[in-house]
Structure formats: structure tokens, C-alpha cells
């Protein structure tokens, strides 16, 4: 026997070229995949390059239509969900898989109950479960019902019974698209505790700064193929987008120099429902594109939805091309030229169950509506054309239901409904979260075309690399307050972070 072929060389799981059609798409084309024992692989690619169907296939969701797996280097078959987890792999999904309405304890051994006397062993439950929630640092009872825990901690839940079930690979899909600083901090804490225990987790995910923290392996997928592979010391940031997309990260922003026009938006000791002891003045002009940077809890969400009139203003002006307007509702807002693509596309930039269609022209029907109030269906039709060619939105027609886009065509839909109300001023709060680099570029792109048209852009951002590499002039909050603003020829990482954290205090922080 070799000395590659040897047992402690030989990868726990492997996946040797697997292919997978659907009508019309291929999907996986000759991929592969090698996962060792208390690894942590980081499969990373563009939105529709093939990453969850792959999943899919080693969970035994989909069969694939060619290549093989192997386990411990002898070739397995796995048919169904139950045959996965049979084989120890567990799929831990984006959106949990959890009954909400049971206690933690009946989650973990949900389908496997134990029985005594033809009853479910409530106290095995009990005792067993806490062994296994002990395990991923959980500090809850196993009675408490699942849906009074946050997000956070239900997804320890899912990982507690994932180990229940003896896993020997977890998979983890965008664990933290959900998840706040702290809870992000407390699930990479349990991935690298599990990984000392010999468990194998292949994590996927768009933030890369994750993938570089936790990754001993990064395995890249671009259009259904294999793209490249970086071992842990060759792991950072501009490496992975180059193979993501094909290109350098140099690239990646597109920054032109824009000359601003007259001065769009004037907000002037404004008060927030949220922060109602802070006072905040700024201003963004025509063709300006100014970030908002900060920790989460530093109210620049908040700020937004004042600005919106989601949550109306407890004090202070704002004026909207030197005229002061009154903003108590999102349709004032819209009628002065505001439009907010709001952090949550799904429950609060969509309705996901109508078309792209539809979704297009929401923002536009009291606008378009006929007279005696009927739909204009002409002139839906053509915003829907104008928008999905502008926004270069992917979708197989108008009449698509927006749930089965990819989350960066979804985000384009977003913000086609509001271009096509023509806006002087554009609220982007998380523009691009949880969407992939290609998708991103996009959305960058879009943004300076429509700077140099004029619209004043005011983004939200956790994301640091996107304040630096977007914003013309950057905002910092913490707690409420704008502690500092800094020009481009300012912007940098510790500057920001000294204001984010309030080390720093501006002239505004008094």
C-alpha cells in the first residue's frame, strides 16, 4: 500500500465525479470533493453554482445521475435521508427543521423517541438530550419549547440532534444568515470544538471572512464545476473571489469618479423611536453614494425606517432637495421620492408567493392604476419587461413566483419595484446580504449607474469590505448616535471600528 492510500490518509468522505441534470440545467458536471476527519471543508461559489445540489445528493435528498461516494474509501449508495444519516451525514438546513410547538428534548429525538411500556421515555428524553446539549455549550432545559429560543439557539438544537444521531459529517448551509455577532462568535466556538472531537462539517457560506476564520480545506464550485481548491494557508479573501467569479477582486468595485450634484437629502437633529435621547444631522447629496457603518444594535436600521416612515420621527427635520417634508408613513415617503430596500427582501421587499411580475409593479400600482381603481395589467407588463432587462434579473419569465429565484435575483427584484418609481433618494439597508460575489458585483455595479444619474444612495452595511470599496463619504454609529463621519481619503477599517465602537466620539456624540 502506498503511503497516500494508507488508512490516516484516506478521506472520510469523497465524491468522485458527480453529475446531476435537471430539465434544462446542468447542474453538476464530473465535481469532486474530499473531506477528511475533523476537517472543516468550506465549499464556496456564486448563487446557482451547484453548491445545494450537491448537498442534496450527500444527504440522499436527490440520487445523482453519475459518479460515486465514498465512505471511508469504499463506495456508498445513499438513497434516501434516512440512508445519510444511516452513514452518519447530516444536513443541517439554511431554514431549520425544527418543530417550534415541542420542547428541546423532543426535537433532538424527533422520529427516534425511546419507549418504556409502549410510551414515549419522557425522562430518557430528558436525560439523553441534555448530554448532547451540553455538548454544543447550550445552557437551556430540555423541556423549554423550541419556538421560545432564538435563532441562535435553535440552530444548537439542530446541531444537538445531529449528534444524537452519532453524525460523523454535519453539513451546515449558511448557519449564520440569521444569527447575531455574538451568536455567529458562539457557533464557530461549537464547529471548532466539534472539530477537535473528530467530527468532519463541510460549511457553506457567501461571507468569506467566515470561511477564512474556520476553514482547514476550501473546496470552490463556478457554473457546476469545479474551480479550484485552496488548502488553509493559501486561504483569503481576493484568492476565493477569483475563483468564484473568475476574475481579480481588483474588479470587484467598480468606483468612478462622480462629480455631486446639489444637495439631495437634509436631515437635521433627527429623533428615532429606538434612540429617542439622540439627536442625528447629516446630509447626502445628488449623485453621492454614503455609507453607514457600524456594530449591530448601533440604530442605523432604525434610521432608515424613520427616514422611510415606518417608524415616524419623534423629532427633528428632514428636507428633500431644500424642501422640508413631513415623513410619517412609507407612502409620504414615497410620494417625496424615498424608496427603502428594506435588510429582510423576503418578509418586507417581497411578497414571495406572486410572480416577478407582480412583485415589480407593487410599488407602482396606486401610481399606474386606472381610473375607478383597476389594474393598469398593460403597464405592469411593461415594468416587468424594463425592470427584468435593466436589473438583468435570471428568471425563466415574468410569471415566475418569486420564492424559486436565487437570492440575488430576488434582491434585483427588490430594487427594480423601486427603480421604476424613478427615486431621488435610494435606502439600501444589507444590500447584498446573502447573496453571492457575482451577484454582489451586480448590485455595486447598478449602484454607481444610478449615482451618476443623480440618485442619492444612503447604504447600510455590516460588511466592511462594501463600506470601503462603495462608499464615497461613511457615516459611523454606535449606540444610536453618528460618532463620526469620514471622507473616502479617510476610510479605513480601524478608523471605522474606533468610531464603531465608540473609543472615538465626533462632534455629533455630544
Given at each position: 500500500?502506498?503511503e497516500?492510500?494508507s488508512?490516516?490518509n484516506v478521506?472520510?468522505?469523497?465524491?468522485?465525479?458527480?453529475g446531476?441534470?435537471?430539465?434544462?440545467?446542468?447542474?453538476?458536471?464530473?465535481?469532486?470533493?474530499?473531506?477528511?476527519?475533523?476537517?472543516v471543508?468550506?465549499?464556496?461559489?456564486?448563487?446557482?453554482?451547484?453548491k445545494?445540489?450537491?448537498?442534496?445528493?450527500?444527504?440522499?435528498v436527490?440520487?445523482p445521475?453519475?459518479g460515486?461516494?465514498?465512505l471511508?474509501?469504499?463506495k456508498?449508495e445513499i438513497?434516501?435521508?434516512r440512508?445519510a444519516?444511516d452513514?452518519?451525514?447530516s444536513l443541517?438546513h439554511?431554514?431549520l427543521?425544527?418543530?417550534?410547538?415541542?420542547?428541546?428534548g423532543?426535537?433532538?429525538?424527533?422520529?427516534?423517541e425511546?419507549?418504556?411500556?409502549?410510551f414515549i421515555?419522557?425522562s430518557?428524553?430528558?436525560?439523553?438530550?441534555a448530554?448532547?446539549?451540553?455538548?454544543?455549550?447550550?445552557?437551556?432545559?430540555p423541556d423549554?419549547?423550541v419556538?421560545d429560543?432564538?435563532?441562535?439557539?435553535?440552530?444548537?438544537v439542530?446541531i444537538?440532534?445531529?449528534?444524537?444521531?452519532?453524525s460523523?459529517?454535519?453539513i451546515m448551509?449558511e448557519?449564520?444568515?440569521?444569527?447575531?455577532?455574538?451568536e455567529?462568535e458562539?457557533?464557530f466556538t461549537?464547529i471548532?470544538?466539534l472539530?477537535g472531537?473528530g467530527?468532519?462539517?463541510?460549511?457553506?457560506s457567501?461571507r468569506?471572512g467566515?470561511?477564512?476564520?474556520?476553514?482547514?480545506?476550501v473546496t470552490?464550485l463556478?457554473d457546476?464545476?469545479?474551480?479550484?481548491?485552496?488548502?488553509r494557508e493559501e486561504?483569503?479573501?481576493?484568492?476565493m473571489?477569483r475563483l468564484?467569479?473568475?476574475?481579480?477582486?481588483?474588479?470587484?468595485?467598480?468606483?468612478?469618479?462622480?462629480?455631486?450634484?446639489?444637495?439631495?437629502?437634509e436631515?437635521?437633529?433627527l429623533?428615532t423611536?429606538?434612540?429617542p435621547?439622540?439627536?442625528l444631522?447629516?446630509?447626502?447629496?445628488?449623485?453621492e453614494?454614503?455609507?453607514v457603518?457600524?456594530l449591530v444594535g448601533?440604530?442605523r436600521t432604525?434610521?432608515l425606517e424613520?427616514?422611510?416612515?415606518v417608524?415616524p420621527?419623534?423629532g427633528?427635520t428632514?428636507?428633500?432637495?431644500?424642501?422640508e417634508?413631513?415623513v410619517?408613513?412609507?407612502?409620504s415617503a414615497?410620494s417625496?421620492?424615498?424608496?427603502?430596500a428594506?435588510?429582510d427582501?423576503?418578509?418586507q421587499?417581497?411578497?414571495i408567493?406572486?410572480?416577478v411580475?407582480?412583485?415589480?409593479?407593487l410599488?407602482?400600482?396606486?401610481?399606474d392604476q386606472r381610473?375607478a381603481?383597476f389594474?393598469d395589467?398593460?403597464?405592469?407588463?411593461e415594468?416587468?419587461?424594463?425592470m427584468i432587462?435593466?436589473?438583468?434579473?435570471k428568471?425563466p419569465?415574468e410569471?415566475?413566483?418569486?420564492r424559486?429565484?436565487?437570492g440575488?435575483?430576488q434582491?434585483?427584484?427588490?430594487?427594480g419595484?423601486?427603480?421604476?418609481?424613478?427615486?431621488?433618494?435610494?435606502?439600501?439597508d444589507?444590500p447584498?446580504?446573502g447573496?453571492?460575489?457575482?451577484a454582489?458585483s451586480?448590485?455595486y455595479?447598478?449602484m454607481?449607474?444610478l449615482?451618476?444619474?443623480?440618485?442619492?444612495?444612503?447604504f447600510v452595511?455590516?460588511?466592511?469590505e462594501?463600506?470601503?470599496g462603495?462608499?464615497?463619504?461613511?457615516?459611523?454609529?454606535?449606540e444610536?448616535?453618528?460618532?463620526g463621519?469620514?471622507?473616502?481619503?479617510?476610510l479605513?477599517?480601524?478608523a471605522?471600528?474606533?468610531?464603531?465602537?465608540?473609543s472615538?466620539?465626533?462632534?455629533q456624540?455630544?
Amino acid at each position: 500500500m502506498s503511503e497516500d492510500s494508507s488508512p490516516q490518509n484516506v478521506p472520510l468522505l469523497e465524491v468522485r465525479g458527480i453529475g446531476k441534470s435537471f430539465p434544462g440545467v446542468r447542474a453538476l458536471n464530473g465535481v469532486d470533493l474530499s473531506l477528511h476527519k475533523g476537517q472543516v471543508l468550506s465549499l464556496i461559489g456564486e448563487n446557482g453554482a451547484g453548491k445545494s445540489t450537491l448537498m442534496k445528493i450527500l444527504a440522499g435528498v436527490q440520487p445523482p445521475d453519475e459518479g460515486n461516494i465514498l465512505l471511508d474509501g469504499a463506495k456508498v449508495e445513499i438513497e434516501s435521508t434516512r440512508a445519510a444519516l444511516d452513514l452518519g451525514i447530516s444536513l443541517i438546513h439554511q431554514e431549520l427543521n425544527l418543530a417550534t410547538n415541542l420542547s428541546v428534548g423532543a426535537n433532538v429525538f424527533l422520529g427516534r423517541e425511546p419507549l418504556r411500556g409502549g410510551f414515549i421515555d419522557e425522562s430518557t428524553i430528558r436525560t439523553e438530550s441534555a448530554k448532547f446539549l451540553e455538548m454544543v455549550g447550550l445552557d437551556v432545559a430540555p423541556d423549554v419549547l423550541v419556538g421560545d429560543l432564538t435563532i441562535g439557539r435553535q440552530q444548537m438544537v439542530e446541531i444537538a440532534k445531529a449528534l444524537s444521531v452519532n453524525s460523523r459529517v454535519l453539513i451546515m448551509d449558511e448557519p449564520t444568515s440569521s444569527l447575531s455577532q455574538a451568536e455567529t462568535e458562539n457557533l464557530f466556538t461549537v464547529i471548532k470544538d466539534l472539530r477537535g472531537r473528530g467530527v468532519s462539517i463541510i460549511y457553506i457560506s457567501h461571507r468569506l471572512g467566515e470561511v477564512k476564520e474556520l476553514s482547514d480545506h476550501v473546496t470552490v464550485l463556478r457554473d457546476g464545476e469545479n474551480a479550484g481548491e485552496l488548502q488553509r494557508e493559501e486561504v483569503d479573501h481576493e484568492a476565493m473571489v477569483r475563483l468564484m467569479v473568475g476574475r481579480d477582486l481588483s474588479d470587484y468595485y467598480e468606483r468612478k469618479d462622480r462629480s455631486k450634484g446639489s444637495l439631495a437629502l437634509e436631515v437635521q437633529n433627527l429623533r428615532t423611536p429606538a434612540h429617542p435621547d439622540h439627536e442625528l444631522s447629516f446630509s447626502v447629496a445628488s449623485g453621492e453614494i454614503v455609507g453607514v457603518a457600524g456594530l449591530v444594535g448601533a440604530g442605523r436600521t432604525e434610521m432608515l425606517e424613520t427616514l422611510f416612515g415606518v417608524t415616524p420621527a419623534l423629532g427633528g427635520t428632514v428636507r428633500i432637495s431644500d424642501r422640508e417634508i413631513f415623513v410619517d408613513s412609507p407612502h409620504s415617503a414615497i410620494s417625496a421620492g424615498i424608496a427603502l430596500a428594506p435588510e429582510d427582501r423576503k418578509k418586507q421587499g417581497l411578497v414571495i408567493d406572486m410572480t416577478v411580475r407582480e412583485n415589480l409593479s407593487l410599488s407602482a400600482l396606486r401610481r399606474d392604476q386606472r381610473r375607478a381603481g383597476f389594474l393598469d395589467f398593460s403597464k405592469e407588463d411593461e415594468i416587468s419587461r424594463e425592470m427584468i432587462e435593466a436589473m438583468r434579473v435570471k428568471t425563466p419569465n415574468e410569471d415566475q413566483v418569486i420564492r424559486y429565484l436565487s437570492g440575488g435575483n430576488q434582491q434585483k427584484v427588490v430594487l427594480g419595484k423601486w427603480l421604476a418609481m424613478k427615486p431621488k433618494i435610494l435606502l439600501l439597508d444589507e444590500p447584498t446580504r446573502g447573496i453571492d460575489v457575482g451577484a454582489k458585483s451586480e448590485i455595486y455595479s447598478l449602484m454607481e449607474k444610478l449615482a451618476e444619474k443623480g440618485v442619492a444612495i444612503l447604504f447600510v452595511s455590516s460588511e466592511m469590505e462594501e463600506v470601503l470599496g462603495m462608499a464615497d463619504r461613511a457615516l459611523v454609529m454606535h449606540e444610536g448616535r453618528i460618532t463620526g463621519e469620514l471622507a473616502r481619503n479617510e476610510l479605513a477599517e480601524e478608523a471605522i471600528m474606533r468610531l464603531a465602537t465608540g473609543s472615538q466620539v465626533g462632534d455629533q456624540a455630544a
